[in-house]
């Protein structure tokens, strides 16, 4: 099936279903918040509310997106799934991302709820009766931008918002290759539509604590400049990693972003963090 047809479906499911249930992954990014977010703002034009369920802790500086304070992290209310008719999992990756996959396998085996996926990884997972997978979207925010165009869904500003928060997180603020033509043209509409750039990239961004703060002092701190050689290099231990508290994610994270920074000095080909 095209991706307008698995759109079709999903339009139908939706207008067949009375609970309906989104899923973001566990410890959620922007783009996963974002496209829960802008699900529950396509089901109200449906006239259909939605719950929406992230595992592990919320990063509030998303608190500005329309249904934030609807997103539950209480996985003991979610244990029976037969009580929704459609599950629509988002930015997950692979099951385990949903932090109930013993829920969705159980429930798989009767054909109910019905299950979608949209996402923007590659395929790890076959678990979902529709995948909706498009590994050359910039983010799950960018498929759904799809999907509200196929539908004819109304690009009202809260929904603008929550589209943008998706692909300004996960094109790193339009830096990163991902940042195609398409990209720019459906931000640009969203803008149109009333979605405010400065303020999501201000939001966006503003996830730092003071620990990570510390270790990008150190990795400057150590830095040093081979000018022969086009060559720079700073020095992070194990120890210094640990100091920042978070997950291996988090660490990669915030690894690249240093790495990334530090790769702007003047004249340098060559950047190492190590
Ligand atoms: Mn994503």
Redesign the pocket.
Known sequence: MNLKGKFKVLQQKISQSNKILVVGHLRP?G??IS?GCAILEILKQFDKKGEFFCSGNLPFNFNYLPNFYQISNNKKDFKDLSNFDLLIIV?CGSLARTDLSQEIKKRRQNNHPYIVEID??PKVDDYANLEIREPQAA??TEIIYDLSCALNIKFTKNLSESILT?II??TGNFFYPNATAKVLKASAHLLEKGANLSKIIKHVNSNKNIATFKLWGLAMERLEVHPDYDFAFSVLTFKDLQSINSDSDEINETLSSIAGFLSNLAKVSYFIIT
Do not use: Q
């Open positions: 990014d783009d996963a496209s930015d923007h990884h983010s799950t998706g997180t996960d």
